[in-house]
């Protein structure tokens, strides 16, 4: 049973840094392209960062140069390292295979950027 727990989030004053985590279990973390996610309040989920089993990365353009995506294959852990938050990056965040299984999603963890 595939199982992603993100935690890390929380409300922070814009320019501020958080940096998430996505514990995974039940997959074979290391030959799968992961990707984190997010979703707004009144708005559908995008996808935010991805990084291959080989470490190729990939940003949308509104986070390029503030975040990164990184992994821990030994320790199942996914990372994103979020520099210079705005009060447009808040959301529910999610971490899931790239491309995203529907059947994977888990709770999300909440980061608030405001002042």
């Known amino acids: 049973q595939v199982r992603l727990v993100e935690s890390g989030g929380g409300f922070v004053q814009p320019g501020g840094s958080l940096r998430l985590s996505c514990a995974a279990s039940g997959i074979n973390f290391r030959f799968n392209a992961m990707g984190w996610y997010r979703q707004a309040p009144g708005k559908q989920r995008e996808w935010v960062a991805s990084m291959s089993g080989g470490g190729s990365t990939s940003y949308r353009d509104s986070v390029k140069g503030r975040f990164t995506i990184s992994r821990d294959n030994a320790g199942n852990t996914l990372y994103l390292q979020m520099n210079s938050l705005k009060p447009e990056d808040t959301a529910v965040y999610y971490c899931?295979?790239?491309?995203?299984?529907?059947?994977?999603w888990g709770q999300g963890t909440q980061v608030t950027v405001s002042s």
């Open positions: 899931n295979k790239n491309p995203a299984v529907w059947e994977y």
